[in-house]
T-cell receptor, first 116, second 111 residues
Framework: NAGVMQNPRHLVRRRGQEARLRCSPM?????VYWYRQLPEEGLKFMVY????????ESGMPKERFSAEFPKEGPSILRIQQVVRGDSAAYFC??????????????FGPGTRLTVL | GDSVTQMEGPVTLSEEAFLTINCTYT??????LFWYVQYPGEGLQLLLK?????DKGSNKGFEATYRKETTSFHLEKGSVQVSDSAVYFC??????????FGRGTSLIVHP
């Protein structure tokens, strides 16, 4: 049973380019969460999606960032016109239900974005 | 709002030493408490959890007891190994889909 898959594992972009990060949840999981981890900091929630719906994007910057989870295929986190401050590790997690107190979120290995 | 405070790292120990990583929390009601571990270059993995006061979570030799009176959930291990070197995150959840994470504590174990 494959875990949460993320690709690419490492992504290098120049300022102004676009970054696309992909996440395939665990089989049977329909709830996907994206987090950002800056160096020496904990995880910060960005967005919560179910299939074809954004449920909560309160942690995602209003400009340049977008996320989707289509009916078919992986969830995508898209960052347009990247800036150096976007350099971070981006983690995707998935779960069977949205109650994190009883239902574990399983994390992917992350995508480490470096903006030159 | 909810918050989790962990001791600052890095924590540096010799192999077979006793480990304690302190974690205290602020939250209303009765949250569930978690410890996650992040090995170098990997994502977070759930290490253990406790869902009510006085519960003890345990896994791989690690233990933590949910102390409501001191709002704490300290992580302990009797004898650490080099392979335990990682970053450890304390977290809480009150039924929402967004756990509240601490900043993480880096553990370095020397042979």
């Amino acid at each position: 049973n494959a875990g949460v898959m993320q690709n690419p594992r490492h992504l290098v972009r120049r300022r102004g380019q676009e970054a696309r990060l992909r996440c395939s949840p665990m089989k049977g999981h329909s709830h996907v969460y994206w987090y950002r981890q800056l160096p020496e900091e904990g995880l910060k929630f960005m967005v919560y999606l179910q299939k074809e719906n954004i449920i909560d994007e309160s942690g995602m910057p209003k400009e340049r960032f977008s996320a989707e989870f289509p009916k078919e295929g992986p969830s995508i986190l898209r960052i347009q016109q990247v800036v150096r401050g976007d350099s971070a590790a981006y983690f995707c997690a998935s779960s069977q239900s949205p109650d994190s107190s009883t239902d574990t979120q399983y994390f992917g290995p992350g995508t480490r974005l470096t903006v030159l | 709002g909810d918050s989790v405070t962990q001791m600052e790292g890095p924590v540096t120990l010799s192999e077979e030493a006793f480990l304690t990583i302190n974690c205290t929390y602020t939250a209303t009601g009765y949250p569930s408490l978690f410890w996650y571990v992040q090995y170098p270059g990997e994502g977070l993995q759930l290490l253990l959890k406790a869902t009510k006061a006085d519960d003890k979570g345990s896994n791989k030799g690690f233990e933590a007891t949910y102390r409501k009176e001191t709002t704490s959930f300290h992580l302990e291990k009797g004898s650490v190994q080099v392979s335990d070197s990682a970053v450890y995150f304390c977290a809480l959840s009150r039924g929402s889909y967004i756990p509240t994470f601490g900043r993480g504590t880096s553990l370095i174990v020397h042979p």
